[in-house]
């Protein structure tokens, strides 16, 4: 038997881009531990998503893994968290 009630990885960003149609790019930002040093460094990822929520930028939104939707895109928008200032 396989287990196909898997969730899917969901991740917390900042919208940076949504001039595409239907896509957004969003800014992971995450901290690590530097491996020689030890200090605590500020890392970041972008990621394509699909947008069906109409996300803007500056807006906090959750995304989460899906199936390939294109070259680049493997994320698709699950909420908004918070909204930008105007």
Do not use: F, W, Y
């Amino acid at each position: 038997m396989s287990d196909n009630n898997k969730t899917a990885r969901t991740l917390e960003g900042r919208v940076i881009s949504n001039k595409m149609h239907k896509t957004v790019t969003v800014l992971i930002e995450r901290q690590a531990q530097h491996p020689l040093i030890g200090k605590i460094v500020r890392r970041s990822t972008k990621l394509h998503a699909q947008d069906d929520l109409g996300a803007n930028e500056g807006d906090l939104v959750r995304i989460a893994e899906c199936r390939p939707l294109s070259k680049t895109k493997h994320h698709r928008v699950v909420e908004i968290v918070s909204r930008a200032d105007a």
